[in-house]
């Protein structure tokens, strides 16, 4: 049987347990430091002291890049899997690279030559073009938009619907806030809002 273990029992861990349904995943369990019980359908089995007595494949489900960084580096020590999971619904290249543990949602879009670094999540009807780096930790919320050949450091959060213009670099430890549009390079760490987009 095809079993996964997804940490984190929340909104966002309901949408990686549908994609994983989706991949043929047949049991699927949560793991959560915070919550007991069960998240819909889904057992919450315990926490994360709990890693080691699973065989199974492994998805850190948190959306604060940080956070799903410190975990997913314990569970990598712990030898487990970390799966790429990529919804049917999404569209990917065939010459897109990603990097373990990262999701991909329904209706997202990757374009060719792109590069997605690891523990990454590339949300519903996000798009990421042609020739991008994106750093590992990343989120790409819901509805946002990387045009060509944009790169972006590690622990970067594009808002919902924020979009990024083609050829900008972006360092690490930046949130580009919901709606935001950035039209020059980034090189401070900070949260930036607007159009154009200024660091707040």
């Known amino acids: 049987m095809k079993s996964i273990v997804i940490i984190g029992a929340s ?6 347990a549908d994609i994983a349904k989706n991949v043929g995943y047949e ?42 960084k410190r975990i997913f580096e314990a569970v990598k020590k712990k030898d487990k899997r970390l799966p790429v999971l990529i919804h049917p619904a999404a569209i990917v290249a065939e010459s897109v690279k990603i990097g373990e543990g990262t999701a991909v949602m329904a209706g997202a879009v990757i374009n060719p030559d792109a590069v997605i670094g690891e523990g990454s999540i590339i949300n519903t009807s996000a798009s990421v073009d042609h020739d991008c780096v994106i750093g590992a930790f990343n989120h790409i919320s819901v509805g946002s938009h990387i045009a060509g050949s944009v790169v972006t450091g590690e622990n ?11 050829n900008i670099t972006i360092c690490s430890n930046v949130l580009l806030g919901a709606g935001a549009v950035a039209v020059k390079n980034i090189t401070e760490e900070g949260t930036y809002i607007g159009v154009p987009a200024r660091k707040k």
Not at 33 to 53: F, H, K, N, P, V
Not at 160 to 166: D, E, I, K, L
Request: proline share 0%; net charge negative.
């Open 27 to 68: 049991k699927i369990t949560f793991l959560d430091d915070g919550r007991a019980g069960a998240l819909g359908a889904y057992e919450i089995a315990g926490d994360t002291s709990l890693i080691e007595s699973f065989d199974a494949d492994f998805f850190v489900a948190i959306g604060n890049g940080a956070v799903r």
């Open 156 to 166: 970067v959060w594009i808002g919902a619907g924020a979009t990024v213009s083609n």
């Open 11 to 16: 909104g966002h861990g309901k949408v990686i």
